[in-house]
Structures are given as C-alpha cells and as structure tokens.
C-alpha cells in the first residue's frame, strides 16, 4: 500500500471509529432514559442491565455504521479541502479516483463486516435483550402483547417450521396453523398438518380441525390426508413467548435461515412479498455507507473556497435525505407487492450509486 492510500485510510478509519463509538453510545444512552422508570420501578438487578445493554451493542451498530461512514467521509473531505491537501494531490497528476480509491476499499471492507455482524452476531443478541427488557425490565409476563398478530412465522432452527395466520398472544390461540417437519439431512418434508385453530394449555399446544399428510423422500404427498378432530403434538414445542418474538422474525433470523423459511413456505403457497424484501435487504444494508460515502465525494472533493464548502455539505445532506426517503418508499412498495422485492431493495443502492458515480469527474476540478 502506498504511503498516501495509508495516509488516507488512516485519516478515515480514526473519524469513523470515533463517530461510530459516539453513535451507539447515544443509542444506548437514550434507551437507557426511556426505560429508566421501569428499571427504578422494578429494581431491575446491575448485571441483567449491563448484560441487556451489551446485547444492544451489535444492533446499535449495525443501525449507524453507515452513518459513521458519510460523516467520516464528510470530516476528511472537509479537513483535507480546508488545508489545500486535494489541491496538492490534484496538482501531482492524481485523478480522483485514485484518491479515492483506498477510501472506496475500506468502506468494502466496512460492508462485509456489517454483513457478519447483521446475521451472525444480531440475531441471538438482540433476542436476548428483548428477553431481558421484557422479563426483567419491564416485567410483562405473557400478556403484554394484546394485539392480533398476522402471518406469524417462527423457524426453531431444527427441523420445524411454523406458520400462523392469526396469532392471539393474550389468549394463547392461534387460527389457520401450518406445521411442516423436515429431514434435518435432506431437508425434504416428511410431515406437514393443517389445522383451523390451537390452543395453548400446561406447557402444549392442542389443535382441533386437523388435516395430515405423509410425505416420500422427495417431499411429495402420498397416501390420503388423515382427517382428525384434536390433537396434541408433542414435539411441537414452540411457546407464544416464542411467537411474540418472531412477529418480526426477519431480524431474529440468519440470511440462511430466512432463505430457507422463505423456500418452505413458498412450497405452501404463502405469499412471501415482505420475507423477501427482508432477504433482500440483508444483503443491501450493509453498503449503505459505500453509497453514502460516493454521494459525498463529488461535493466534496472539488475545489472549492471555505464559503462554499458548507453549502456542499447542506447538498450531501439533502441527497442523503433523498436517498434514504426513497429506500424506505421502496420498501413499503416491496412489501406490498408492487415491486420486485430485488429492486425494493437495491433500486436505492443502485440508482444513487450511479448517479454518484456519473458525477465523479466533477470533482477532478
């Protein structure tokens, strides 16, 4: 690596690592506020709010490493304009894009570890601190939740997968359940019943209007459907504090994990418009700060007098703003089914990137 590349790499990743440090830490400090009555209230113990707090950490990251990325763009940028550094670089015959270009690598490196952190280490994190909040913090025990909740999907991360229609958490029921059981080898399913309702009672659930199927070695039905009244299912072990936590399962999911729920319950005939978006953008989050960092290079790395270098940088906060807006608008659209769920969740990383990217040469002068 050349001495300038680690000049600058140096003088990004310091602003980055200190607005990140700076970003989680209000994060926390602001839930720690908004949940300070109860803590009071129910003399929550120090190590349970040390340890709910440390579960925060990972998502308090991944929520803001993408701003850290464009205000560390935006401090070098601004600094190296301020001391006439770019004019120097300029001046010696680099282009633009070679100065940018370890900056540009770094922020690759920052997506692909955002990416780690969003699927390996957030899923079981934050369900722990929802446990914690809700057991220890806020002290709901099973009723908290008096909505009807819809579409509940829950993956055990075994060889079950649930599928709920109508989820009752206060009363324990559910309405329209599909269970389907897999070979943990081939992940074929060897069983799947239907039911119109369940109920749960002493530690099990009880279904009643019960439609089964077998399945061969390829996942096809054979035989008849077996038609019962009620019945209970032993290793049908899933709570309603488990529903509960999965009615936005998406994020207590690893990226395989909800590729595989999405596949299962496609093979039911369930719409899966929202599960996919979410599988999608798994996978688009993490460059949100590559493309945020490209929108500001063209601003700021022109030539430009002190005066104007502020009302460059209102610019960048206006297209970031724009950006941003659009992607949750996308978004919205993807889950209702009226985009491709690929474009809900690219079309902002893509278009904006190759608007930034169209006007790289502006900031040759």
């Avoid at 690893?254 to 999608?280: F, P, Q, W």
């Avoid at 960092?293 to 460059?312: C, G, V």
Wanted: hydrophobic residues 50%; proline residues 4%; charged residues 20%.
């Amino acid at each position: 690596m050349k001495v300038l590349d680690r000049y600058l790499v140096r003088e990004l990743l310091v602003p980055i690592l200190f607005c990140s440090a700076t970003l989680v830490f209000l994060i926390l400090v602001a839930d720690l506020f908004d949940n300070l009555d109860e803590l009071l209230r129910n003399k929550t113990p120090i190590p349970v709010v040390f340890r709910y707090y440390l579960c925060l950490i990972p998502m308090a990251f991944s929520q803001t490493i993408s701003w850290s990325v464009w205000l560390g763009t935006i401090f070098l940028l601004v600094n190296l304009g301020v001391h006439n550094e770019l004019i120097a670089m300029k001046a010696a015959g680099l282009k633009i894009i070679t100065i940018v270009r370890p900056l540009i690598f770094l922020a690759l490196l920052i997506g692909i570890l955002t990416f780690l952190v969003s699927d390996r280490i957030v899923p079981p994190t934050f369900r722990t601190a929802n446990e914690l909040l809700e057991i220890y913090i806020e002290k709901k025990k099973g009723a908290e939740d008096k909505k009807v909740l819809k579409n509940v999907t829950y993956y055990s991360g075994g060889n079950i997968l649930y599928y709920f229609r109508k989820f009752m958490p206060k009363a324990k029921t559910v309405e329209d359940a599909i269970i389907l059981w897999m070979d943990p080898t081939t992940n074929q399913t060897t069983q799947k019943i239907f039911a119109k309702e369940g109920s749960f009672s002493n530690g099990s659930w009880t279904f009643k209007g019960i439609t089964e199927y077998q399945t061969d070695v390829q996942g096809a039905v054979f035989g008849n459907p077996v038609m019962i009244t009620k019945k209970s299912y032993p290793d049908v072990q899933v709570t309603p504090r488990d529903l509960i936590m999965a009615t936005s399962e998406s994020i207590y999911l690893s990226y395989h994990e909800l590729k595989y729920t999405i596949d299962k319950l496609r093979e039911n005939g369930i719409a899966v418009y929202s599960e996919k978006v979410d599988l999608y953008d798994r996978l688009a989050s993490p460059w949100k700060g590559l493309v945020m960092m490209l929108l500001a290079i063209p601003l700021l790395a022109s030539i430009h007098t002190r005066k104007s270098i502020a009302f460059n940088v209102l610019t960048c906060a206006g297209l970031i703003f724009a950006y941003h807006v659009f992607g949750a608008v996308s978004m919205a659209l993807g889950k209702s089914g009226a985009i491709f769920p690929f474009l809900s969740a690219w079309g902002g990383n893509i278009l904006f990137s190759t608007f930034a990217f169209l006007r790289f040469d502006r900031a040759n002068y």
